[in-house]
């Protein structure tokens, strides 16, 4: 048993382990396992002594010093190189290099910290270098974004027709028109560059130096400046939103940079000036040049472009008219934009852009003070008529279409005069302030104008009035309306019954001119109220239901036997009735179309059509009227005389003249038209001055519209009044009765008054030009009804005495009889049927229209049937008017 227990211990495998160790004499390193125990090795040639466990664990404790001891002397025998190294080093051998050195190793403190000379050169290398890389893989990816489309969409420019600017209109946005780089003065493109970055013709698109100046002098306190170059605010205003972020801001930088790279400088300079804001409403320098000095930008000076330039810089600060906030005031932008424009000029001459000479002499002229603000794209009053007008023209006669003409960029030139626009605007005005009162009389309520004066010399429309304004009023009044002229029609029954004559009653309904025999203005005619009327041959003319035609005169008046000359003066309808039938209503329809009128604008012709049952526009009663002004030369009316676009015309009117009437006709109708105003129905259209006049009254049956239509040698004008609210759903012709105060409202009245203020004052100055004398024409010949029986006779010239008037016929008026009726519908404009008793209502005051231009009034409007006496149509010939038809006048 006591053997047993001195067995040595199990763990006396350390022992064995350090006898290995000592045994390898060579030097090399041998480390223990850690935790292991290392009993002292007994001397050589002996066992080693048994002990208990006190000596186990003493043994144990000499063993770690051993471990220690071994590891010392190993170190030792590896060299001198492993002297001064920790436990660590020495149990795992020499550390590895770092790549990057950082913490700094064999340092201590805050050296350690504190990066070597080679390791900042590494960094900015580095970085630069992955600066370089990002740069040059962005500019290999990133594409040049398309220019956004409503940077490039323009506004149209409408000019009066001495050139002054009317009005920006258009379907653009914004105030804008582009123009060619050519078209930039070189004055405004070197005060651009030198004032914002005069870097411009050698940079790459971006100027790292410009942003670092800029934030330098923000830094110091001096002026708020931008960094970007004239291509970023031209990437910014083409390509990009105005968002203020980061990510916008760094994809400016590279599309800058391949724009710069890829586009010319000369097209990145006018397109940053075609779309950079200066204020006023304007956006491109074509428009900011129009705000501010009323000029094209291509007349700009030097000083002025200078003080452009500063309006780029921030309009809202630097236009001395004042701006948006306390900081805004005129007084404190006109300090601010003097001092910006002197800067300019300064910069221009260091920048070698300016000779020092003329930047004094600039100066010494002083600021460029522009213009007092208006509005460039108001549309209201007559302006949006005034550019309708000229849009409907320019469609009609020219290649350009209307979608293109919504693009923009045109500029129009119009042959508006702006004064006589104004006066004849005046001249409604004050006949309404004067006479309506539709707070007070429901019969003044949606009482209309329409007007429209021209040149008979060029057919230029001079001015119009289209209604009390075009932003609340949407139908142009002095185009095609639907209303009937009435008795101003009446003056194409005589022209034609002069040029084409009266048949002969023993011929065929179609007769040459050699069965014909042009009538003069004497020739005579049955003039009471309701005589029957006749067909040329002499018998009853008859309707489709053998029903025949009594036609009234205004009032029922009769006036016996009268001449033509008579008739016209006093405006009676039965004289031109039958004339018309006599004449060949076909044969007064071309008369009226070679005066000037458009077919589309005719109604039917009917015995009536002789009356004015038709709807000519304001235009085209002017032109036509113009005509006889003329002496017979027709010339259409327009309104536009040229269309430019960037500076090139892209169409030119050359009006074309033709000899509508003969001179002898025209001049007869005239001196009969004269006698109108002279002794008849017009004289409230009489002329100061001794200033001669010809017109013509017109008012329609029902009451329902009025006319005045007149002329000078130098100006033809014709005036419409009539009653529709053009804010009803179901739109008609309302009357006219007890309309400004008075019983009815006839062409003699309002019209009339109208045209005399406007003529007076639109020739105001003018030399006082006379008609010429008429020659002798045609012959005297006695209408069916009057006595002796119709028997050509020479007659004397109109200039001669009417001393001798035919007796009064004998017969007595016969009763009308009741015509067919039949109800035309609402949108039935075709229907010709009657449904009225025969002889209608009364015609107005100059003899009217029969009851065929009520039916006219009301045609293509009405809500209700309407009545027309027999054949006398709807007066607007296929409808149209207030609710659609024609296109109107393009005049």
């Given at each position: 048993m006591s053997e047993h227990r001195r067995k040595p211990p199990q763990s006396a495998g350390g022992g064995r382990a350090a006898a290995r160790r000592g045994a390898q004499a060579s030097g090399r390193r041998a480390a223990p396992r850690r935790g292991a125990t290392e009993p002292e090795s007994p001397p050589p040639g002996e066992g080693r002594p048994y002990?208990?466990?006190?000596?186990?664990?003493?043994?144990?404790?000499?063993?770690?010093?051993?471990?220690?001891?071994?590891?010392?002397?190993?170190?030792?025998?590896?060299?001198?190189?492993?002297?001064?190294?920790?436990?660590?080093?020495?149990?795992?051998?020499?550390q590895k290099k770092r790549l990057i050195d950082y913490p700094r190793s064999g340092r201590t403190g805050a050296r350690r910290w504190i990066p070597s000379w080679k390791q900042v050169a590494g960094t900015v290398i580095g970085f630069m270098g992955l600066l370089v890389g990002g740069a040059g893989i962005a500019f290999a990816v990133v594409d040049i974004p398309q220019v956004k489309d409503d940077s490039q969409v323009e506004k149209n420019v409408y000019y009066w027709a001495d050139g002054e600017q009317m009005v920006v209109a258009g379907a653009g946005e914004f105030n804008r028109q582009i123009v060619k780089y050519d078209s930039i003065p070189p004055a405004m493109r070197n005060a651009v560059i030198a004032a914002e970055n005069a870097s411009f013709e050698d940079d790459p698109g971006v100027d790292p130096m410009g942003i670092a100046r800029a934030v330098f002098n923000m830094a110091k306190g001096g002026t708020t400046q931008s960094g970007s170059t004239i291509t970023q605010q031209y990437v910014k205003n083409a390509m990009l939103s105005q968002e203020q972020t980061i990510s916008r801001k760094v994809r400016e930088l590279f599309i800058?940079?391949?724009?710069?790279?890829?586009?010319?400088k000369e097209e990145i300079l006018a397109g940053y000036l075609n779309t950079a804001y200066y204020g006023r409403g304007a956006y491109g320098i074509q428009a900011a040049s129009r705000a501010y000095y009323g000029k094209d930008c291509n007349d700009l000076t030097a000083s002025e472009s200078a003080f452009l330039s500063a309006a780029l810089n921030g309009p809202n600060l630097y236009d001395p008219?004042?701006?948006?906030?306390?900081?805004?005031?005129?007084?404190?932008?006109?300090?601010?934009?003097?001092?910006?424009?002197?800067?300019?000029?300064?910069?221009?001459?260091?920048?070698?852009?300016?000779?020092?000479?003329?930047?004094?002499?600039?100066?010494?002229?002083?600021?460029?003070?522009?213009?007092?603000?208006?509005?460039?794209?108001?549309?209201?009053?007559?302006?949006?008529?005034?550019?309708?007008?000229?849009?409907?023209?320019?469609t009609s006669k020219s290649s350009i279409s209307k979608a293109e003409l919504d693009r923009g960029g045109?500029?129009?030139?119009?042959?508006?005069?702006?004064?006589?626009?104004?006066?004849?605007?005046?001249?409604?005005?004050?006949?309404?302030?004067?006479?309506?009162?539709?707070?007070?009389?429901?019969?003044?309520?949606?009482?209309?104008f329409g007007g429209a004066s021209v040149d008979p010399r060029s057919g230029e429309i001079v001015a119009i009035y289209g209604g009390k304004d075009a932003t609340e009023h949407f139908t142009n009044n002095s185009d095609y309306t639907g209303v009937p002229v009435g008795s101003t029609f009446?003056?194409?029954?005589?022209?034609?019954?002069?040029?084409?004559?009266?048949?002969?009653?023993?011929?065929?309904?179609?007769?040459?001119?050699?069965?014909?025999?042009?009538?003069?203005?004497?020739?005579?005619?049955?003039?009471?109220?309701?005589?029957?009327?006749?067909?040329?041959?002499?018998?009853?003319?008859?309707?489709?239901?053998?029903?025949?035609?009594?036609?009234?005169?205004?009032?029922?008046?009769?006036?016996?036997?009268?001449?033509?000359?008579?008739?016209?003066?006093?405006?009676?309808?039965?004289?031109?009735?039958?004339?018309?039938?006599?004449?060949?209503?076909?044969?007064?329809?071309?008369?009226?179309?070679?005066?000037?009128?458009?077919?589309?604008q005719l109604a039917a012709t009917v015995p009536s059509f002789a009356l004015g049952t038709s709807s000519p526009s304001a235009i085209r009663l002017a032109g036509s009227y113009a005509t006889f002004a003329a002496e017979g030369e027709q010339i259409t009316p327009w309104s536009v005389k040229t269309?430019?676009?960037?500076?090139?015309?892209?169409?030119?009117?050359?009006?074309?003249?033709?000899?509508?009437?003969?001179?002898?006709?025209?001049?007869?109708?005239?001196?009969?038209?004269?006698?109108?105003?002279?002794?008849?129905?017009?004289?409230?259209?009489?002329l100061p001055d001794g200033r001669p006049a010809a017109g013509k009254t017109g008012t329609t049956d029902g009451n329902k519209s009025a006319w005045f239509a007149g002329y000078t040698p130098q100006l033809s004008t014709a005036i419409g009044m009539f009653r529709v609210n053009d804010r009803a759903e179901k739109q008609k012709f309302l009357e006219m009765y007890g309309t400004g105060g008075r019983q009815s409202i006839h062409g003699s009245s309002f019209p009339a008054q109208i045209w005399a203020d406007y003529m007076g004052r639109a020739l105001k100055g003018e030399k006082v030009e006379q008609f010429p004398k008429p020659e002798p024409i045609g012959k005297k010949v006695y209408g069916d009804g009057a006595s002796p029986t119709p028997t050509p006779t020479p007659t004397p010239t109109p200039s001669e005495s009417e001393s001798t008037e035919p007796s009064p016929s004998e017969t007595p008026s016969e009763t009308p009889s009741s015509s067919p009726s039949k109800t035309c519908g609402f949108f039935?404009?075709?229907?010709?049927?009657?449904?009225?008793?025969?002889?209608?209502?009364?015609?107005?005051?100059?003899?009217?229209?029969?009851?065929?231009?009520?039916?006219?009034?009301?045609?293509?409007?009405?809500?209700s049937p309407t009545t027309t006496p027999p054949g006398g149509g709807n007066g607007n010939n296929g409808g149209g008017g207030w609710l659609g038809g024609p296109d109107g006048d393009t005049g």
């Open positions: 002990g208990g466990r006190a000596e186990a664990r003493r043994a144990a404790q000499r063993g770690g010093g051993g471990r220690r001891r071994a590891a010392e002397a190993g170190a030792t025998a590896t060299g001198a190189g492993a002297v001064g190294r920790g436990r660590r080093a020495a149990a795992n051998g020499p800058s940079i391949k724009v710069g790279a890829v586009k010319d008219a004042g701006g948006v906030g306390s900081a805004a005031t005129p007084e404190k932008n006109r300090k601010r934009a003097e001092e910006r424009w002197a800067w300019t000029l300064k910069r221009e001459v260091e920048t070698g852009r300016m000779k020092a000479a003329e930047r004094s002499k600039w100066i010494a002229d002083g600021f460029p003070t522009p213009n007092d603000p208006k509005p460039a794209t108001n549309k209201a009053g007559q302006i949006g008529y005034l550019t309708t007008l000229a849009d409907n023209f320019i045109y500029e129009i030139h119009t042959t508006f005069d702006k004064k006589k626009m104004l006066q004849l605007e005046k001249a409604v005005q004050k006949v309404t302030k004067e006479n309506l009162k539709p707070k007070e009389r429901d019969e003044d309520k949606y009482v209309q009446k003056p194409f029954v005589l022209a034609a019954a002069m040029s084409d004559g009266v048949r002969d009653p023993e011929g065929d309904p179609d007769q040459g001119p050699d069965q014909r025999t042009p009538v003069s203005p004497l020739s005579v005619y049955n003039g009471d109220n309701k005589v029957k009327l006749l067909n040329y041959d002499g018998s009853t003319w008859l309707d489709k239901e053998n029903k025949e035609w009594h036609q009234t005169n205004d009032g029922d008046k009769s006036y016996g036997e009268v001449t033509l000359r008579k008739a016209m003066q006093e405006s009676i309808n039965t004289p031109f009735i039958q004339l018309g039938v006599d004449v060949g209503t076909d044969k007064v329809k071309e008369t009226a179309l070679e005066a000037g009128l458009v077919e589309d269309v430019e676009k960037n500076g090139r015309p892209v169409y030119e009117h050359k009006a074309k003249k033709t000899q509508g009437l003969d001179t002898k006709v025209a001049n007869n109708v005239t001196d009969v038209l004269k006698n109108v105003v002279e002794k008849g129905t017009g004289t409230s259209a009489q039935d404009p075709k229907c010709k049927e009657e449904d009225e008793p025969t002889g209608g209502a009364d015609g107005g005051s100059d003899g009217g229209v029969d009851g065929g231009a009520d039916g006219g009034a009301d045609g293509g409007i009405s809500s």
